[in-house]
């Protein structure tokens, strides 16, 4: 009897140890065939290119390929619905940002429930938004392109890379808290403003560090501001719009990887850390300072905070505004 139970006991034992292994074995299967990375914005801009950089790491680490697709419509909420909607098995992954998850939802009716449908992995990183205005305003910083604006009354536009993206939001709080009258012209991305911004064809655009950057120099517009508390690094001599004369004004952005509810938790755990290995490379950081952007590389559980109380925050916001989809 007694070698009986000890027989019991060690098959129980080996039993319990191949339930522990089970999820680190799932964990090592995948990917097994290549992954689908959905960017809700065109190429070109600031989420598409930490989504690039993310998918070609991913790439190098894991043996399979992370292949970037655009699903440009709707303020992004095309491809955040299709994602939604995706197999929870770990081969289609979303990188959005925080319009897209935490500003859209609270402004539109949209077919999806950030908290209830996504699993958040990590918030790669976030970052400020820089103003650009075209060189035919005679200003060289925000209050004299707020005087002149207020001396021509309809007379300018601002651009957006979408209706209800933080872009859109930014540039109506600014006209909003600047007292000013501009029109809105909506785009299908960042890139698609910018082309406008350098032609003329509207004169203001808060834009991604990506986005404007390049062109500082080539004489086609100036940038007179940012949108972070503090002035940043890469910019030194721009200050910030809160010491321009709009005291408090501060808009932020993050792009996060975050995968359909039900994906099993091992995929959650290993993209997760993948990701923060990634963020915390030498390599990824220059990138991320190229582009504006400070690296984060949250857990899961951190990213989840981040989403809920931005939800919170930005419902409020858009609230006060009396912003709506367009």
């Known amino acids: 009897m007694a070698h009986l139970i000890r ?11 191949a339930s522990s292994v089970l999820p680190l074995r799932a964990q090592s299967t995948w990917p097994h065939r290549a992954v689908k990375v959905v960017v809700p914005f065109a190429a070109g801009g600031n989420t598409d290119s ?12 894991l043996g399979q390929p992370f292949v970037v697709e655009n699903r440009v419509g709707a303020g992004g909420g095309l491809a955040i619905d299709f994602v939604s909607k995706a197999a929870p098995d770990g081969y289609t992954l979303l990188v959005g940002a925080m ?32 103003l650009g205005i075209h060189r035919s305003v005679p200003a060289a910083n ?19 890379g979408g209706s209800g ?10 006209v909003k808290r600047a007292g000013i009258e501009m029109a809105h012209v909506s785009y299908k991305g960042g890139s698609q403003a910018v082309v406008d911004l ?15 950057v390049p062109h500082a120099n080539g004489g086609q517009i100036r940038l007179i501001g940012v ?18 004369g709009l005291a408090g004004f501060k808009t932020i952005t993050w792009n996060g990887l975050l995968a359909p509810a039900g994906t099993p938790q091992a995929i959650i755990d290993r993209a997760a850390l993948l990701t923060r290995e990634v963020v915390a490379s030498e390599s990824a950081r220059a990138r991320f300072t ?7 590389g949250s857990t899961p559980a951190e990213f989840a905070a981040t989403l809920r109380a931005d939800l919170q925050t930005w419902a409020e916001a858009a609230k006060v505004a009396n912003l709506k989809m367009e």
């Open 7 to 17: 027989r019991s006991l060690l098959a129980l034992g080996a039993a319990g140890a």
């Open 50 to 61: 930490i989504a690039r950089l993310l998918a070609e790491r991913f790439t190098q680490a």
């Open 99 to 130: 319009a897209n998850l935490a500003i859209l939802p609270v402004i539109n009716k949209v077919t999806f429930d950030p908290i209830r449908d996504f699993i958040p992995i990590s918030n790669i990183g976030s970052n400020p938004f820089v």
């Open 142 to 160: 925000v209050q004299e392109f707020i005087d002149y604006v207020r001396k021509n009354p309809g007379r300018f536009n601002y651009a957006s």
């Open 165 to 174: 993206s933080v872009s859109h939001l930014s540039g109506a709080l600014f």
């Open 198 to 212: 350098l032609a003329g064809n509207v004169q203001m655009y808060f834009g991604n560090f990506s986005e404007l």
């Open 227 to 244: 949108s972070s508390e503090q002035r940043v690094a890469q910019l030194p001599n721009v200050p910030t719009i809160s010491e321009s």
């Open 290 to 296: 190229q582009i504006g952007v400070d690296p984060i």
